[in-house]
């Protein structure tokens, strides 16, 4: 009779720790780490990382409702993990007006930007461009004199 | 201090642009015409150094920076008209080559950076030439970044008030981040830019140039 009574009770305790790893899940908070599925985009002003600063990101689906936002971290990233291929747009607000709003391509099959121009580039493309507008001015009036 | 795209609605834009269009037709009819072809080397010269000091960052402490404007010189050399067209042309270029600033907001932008900056600089100028003609200078450069940064902070404080969508952070918080810097840094180094540049310009003797 007592042989029985501790063999129910071993059973149940059995059945109890089979059955436990499925209802642990109650209360459980787990990770997952996968690489390479997230976007990772960093706001540069003038080189230098935009630090602390409000960003939104809109999914290609939605334009209206953040599909997530933040602030940047101490070197200007941020990053989301779009769940559709498409342009998804970024903005970066920094209290002075400065920021960025661009359209950031998801997908297998998303081209990776070329990265702007330095600045002494950026300084003889514009020299260049500004000096070509009024040499066209100079030349035209020059060669068509006064009617 | 350029406003780039994507912070400003239409609410705003298409107002700046129609304030524009008329002054720039008036400044391209007046200053940049056949009657103004012998100043146009020594202007086109002045706007291209304009675009190359708009292209220095200026640390600020911090961790942003500022850049000078540059177009302050061709209001006192010519005439604030002058200024707006070529600090529009000057934007125009960095929208369309480079994306600084946009050419959505690029009316905003010129109003402030080309037209109200350059304006209270000349005014200054003119006002003070007769009493303390070096002074006269710095003070022209100082007030016009004054001015431009107001009028950028205004046009991102009214974008605020219409639709905090386009640009969230509130007015008095933007102000205060563009203010402190345009007063202490960017507004000295523009100061300083203006009183020497103009003299080697006045020591070149340019045509078409008062000495």
Known sequence: MRFRAHASIARALLAVAWLAPAAARAHQATHEVARGSAIAVRALEDGQGMAGAAWQVFSPSDAAR???QGLTDTHGWLAFVPDAP???RVRVVEEDGHGLDVLVEAGPTAAVPTPRPAGWQRSAVGVVAVA??????????RRRPRA | MHVPDGFL????????YAACAPLWAWAARRHLGRDAVETLPVVGTLTALAFVVQTIAIPVPGGTSTHLVGVTLLALLYHPLLAF???SLVLLVQALFFGAGGVTVLGVNALAMGLLGPLAGWLAWRGLRPLFPRAALF???WLSTQAATLGVAGALALQHRLDPAYFPVPPA???AAMGLPSLAVAGVVEGLFTTFALALVRKARFRGVEA
């Open chain 1, 66 to 68: 953040p599909h997530q």
């Open chain 1, 86 to 88: 498409g342009a998804w």
């Open chain 1, 132 to 141: 070509a507008a009024f040499v066209v001015l100079f030349v035209t009036y």
């Open chain 2, 9 to 16: 609605s239409p609410q705003v834009c298409l107002p700046a």
């Open chain 2, 85 to 87: 067209a070529c600090q």
């Open chain 2, 139 to 141: 003070v022209a450069g």
């Open chain 2, 173 to 175: 918080a933007t102000l």
